[in-house]
């Protein structure tokens, strides 16, 4: 089955930097779509950027410039490399993919920013 492992998340001071990673299971990175998203408390799940099997990449306005998205196929894994982060980047960030329409998603890895 289907197995996203997100790590690399935790506490860091505004303008600083952080590394996400996801692990894949029973699904390749190299072919498929992967998405990176977040939820701040009290806010809906949004989403951060998108990796396509080609290779193309899109970002949310909020994180364009900061933010990038790439994939390893050797090891099927997923990343984020946050840069600049702010405050308002702080939220559980989830992995996600889709296969047959039916979404798996990783169990997130929290990021707070501190000012």
């Known amino acids: 089955q289907v197995q996203l492992v997100e790590s690399g998340g935790g506490l860091v001071q505004a303008g600083g930097s952080l590394r996400l990673s996801c692990a894949a299971s029973?699904?390749?990175?190299?072919?498929?779509?992967m998405g990176w998203y977040r939820q701040a408390p009290g806010n809906q799940r949004e989403l951060v950027a998108r990796?396509?099997?080609?290779?193309?990449?899109i970002y949310a306005d909020s994180v364009k410039g900061r933010f990038t998205v790439s994939r390893d196929n050797a090891k099927n894994t997923a990343y984020l490399q946050m840069n600049s982060l702010k405050p308002e980047d702080t939220a559980v960030y989830y992995c996600?993919?889709?296969?047959?329409?039916?979404?798996?998603w990783g169990q997130g890895t929290q990021v707070t920013v501190s000012s």
């Open positions: 996600n993919v889709f296969r047959g329409g039916y979404p798996y």
């Open positions: 029973g699904i390749g990175v190299s072919v498929n779509t």
């Open positions: 990796i396509t099997g080609g290779g193309s990449a």
